[in-house]
């Protein structure tokens, strides 16, 4: 059985789920407006808890384009000569460090994956 919200309901309803620790999944078909609500939950955010522009953030990673791996960091093998081994270190994902720099930085993060 499929499950159908207005746009007026669904954006309180991801405010709700956000601030509470979960993450909210939103599906549909394209021209629905998900990118749209998106911004809408941070204009929700800013009102409810009286941020300003700039303590809040859209981070968005299109799905469709991603590599294996992308996210969670492509290794790069280094030599360690002291300790005479391999090392892996893992790349971070420019949008990754943009969510980790937002927090360093006291900012909110809304980490919007499109076309997932």
Known sequence: MKHFVTYQKLLPM?????VSGNTPFIR????IGKS??????????KEKMNLKDNEIDIVTIYGSILKEGELAGI??????ETRKLSINEYTTHVKIQQ??????????????????
């Open 14 to 18: 991801l405010y709700a789920v956000s």
């Open 28 to 31: 549909g078909e394209a021209g």
């Open 36 to 45: 749209r609500i998106i911004k809408d939950l941070a204009k929700l955010y």
């Open 75 to 80: 290794p790069v093998i280094h030599y360690d």
């Open 99 to 116: 969510l980790i720099d937002n927090d360093a930085a006291g900012k909110i993060s809304i980490l919007f994956i499109d076309e997932f």
